[in-house]
Structure formats: C-alpha cells, structure tokens
C-alpha cells in the first residue's frame, strides 16, 4: 500500500503566493523526504526531516512533521513560476530494505 | 559532479524487440535503483542495487532484466514488452541503501512499446 498520500491533489495560485503541501502516511518512519519533478524529468531531491525534528528550513522551503498524527507539510513561500512541478513525499520502509515509498502526489501550478 | 545520466531519453521499441536502458553515475555511490513512473503516478521501485549485488525486486516481471556491471553503471535489459510498460524510467543513485540518503535521480528514459 502507498505509504504517502498527499492532499491536495492539484494547487494553483498566483506568483508571490505561498503553496502548502501535505502528506499523511501509515506506519512509524525514520524520516520523511520531499522531491520535487518537472514536467516529464527526473526527480530532485529537495529536504529529509528527521523523524525526531518538527521543523526544517531550506531557503524558501519550511517542512513540519507531525508524528503523533502522521503527517508531514510542505510550505513554499512567495512561489515563482519555475516552482510549477509535482511535489511527492516520500518514506523509507526499514522493514523493506530502506526503499522509498513515494505518496501521489500534488501537482503544483503558479501563474505568473 | 552530481549527476545521474540515462540515455536513450526516448525509445520506441515493439514488442519483439530487445533493447537496453543505460544509466551512469560518477558520484561514487554504491546504491543504484531503477523506478519505472506512468502518467501523474508517483514513481515504483523496480530493483535495487547495492554494492554491484541485486538487493531489492519488486516482483517485476522477467522481461525486464537488470545488470550493473560495476559501481557506475546501471543496465535496464528490455525483451518482449507490452504496451502497458509504456512508461517514463527513472534510474537513481544514494550513497548506500540506508534509507537516509538523498537518491539522485536522472532524468529518465521515456519509453513506447508499440
């Protein structure tokens, strides 16, 4: 079963806006990991919080994560058109060799 | 250098063919994995390598056959496809399989079976 399950699905807002993401997940993780993906590219890693963290800054990026509601956020402030990507969370499985289990999704639009 | 190459970046093969995907890295990372990404899908886990040695299969069917003839190389042999393998493959590489490393991904090899 997916381990990430991310809402919304789909974003749009306006260049300058702020973009918040979420994801949800099943079981205890180690750590929680965010890419972002350009249209039809690779994936970028973007930031790892730690399971014992709540809080992490990467320049414009702020991640939360809650474990007592298994949840984790992603927040990009004052978006820029080039922000326009698919965000997935993504969560190792220990008990399956460390692979990474990635969520749905949410697809991220900013119009300039 | 932290980049992960995969070329061809397309491929159209039918269905008899064999063909071969290839990814590279000159990170010194001993994990490599192959995903395999459908249209606004997450990407799956195909196979993992750690260390040269197959790790992680996903029960991925046999027509799919991995090869990684050392640490920088990452071989994805096709043979016999169906149109449902249609797909983006994304290769990756992390320092080792620990579950905390940053993977670096390529920039995938769009692939149509005809």
């Known amino acids: 079963s997916q381990q990430g399950e991310e809402d919304p699905q789909a974003l749009s807002i306006q260049e300058g806006e702020n973009a918040t993401m979420n994801c949800s997940y099943k079981t205890s993780i180690n750590n929680l990991q965010w890419y972002r993906q350009n249209s039809g590219r690779g994936l970028v890693h973007l930031i790892l919080i730690r399971s014992n963290e709540r809080e992490k800054h990467s320049g414009r990026l702020r991640v939360t994560l809650d474990t007592s509601k298994k949840s984790s956020s992603l927040l990009i402030t004052a978006s820029r058109a080039a922000d326009t990507a698919s965000y997935f969370c993504?969560?190792?499985?220990?008990?399956?060799?460390?692979?990474?289990?990635f969520g749905a999704g949410t697809i991220l639009r900013v119009k300039s | 250098d932290t980049e992960v190459t995969q070329t061809p970046k397309h491929l159209v093969m039918g269905m008899t063919n064999k063909k071969s995907l290839k990814c590279e890295q000159h990170?010194?990372?001993?994990?490599m994995y192959w995903y395999k990404q459908k249209a606004k899908k997450p990407p799956e886990l195909m196979f993992v390598y750690s260390y040269e040695k197959l790790s992680i299969n996903e029960s991925v069917p046999s027509r799919f056959s991995p090869e990684c003839p050392n640490s920088s190389l990452l071989n994805l042999h096709l043979h016999a496809l169906q149109p449902e393998d249609s797909a983006l493959y994304l290769c990756?590489?992390?320092?080792?399989?620990?579950?905390?490393?940053?993977?670096?991904f390529g920039p995938g090899t769009r692939l149509t079976v005809l």
């Open positions: 990170m010194g990372h001993r994990a």
């Open positions: 993504a969560t190792p499985k220990e008990e399956y060799g460390n692979k990474l289990v």
């Open positions: 990756a590489s992390s320092q080792v399989l620990t579950g905390t490393d940053t993977q670096y």
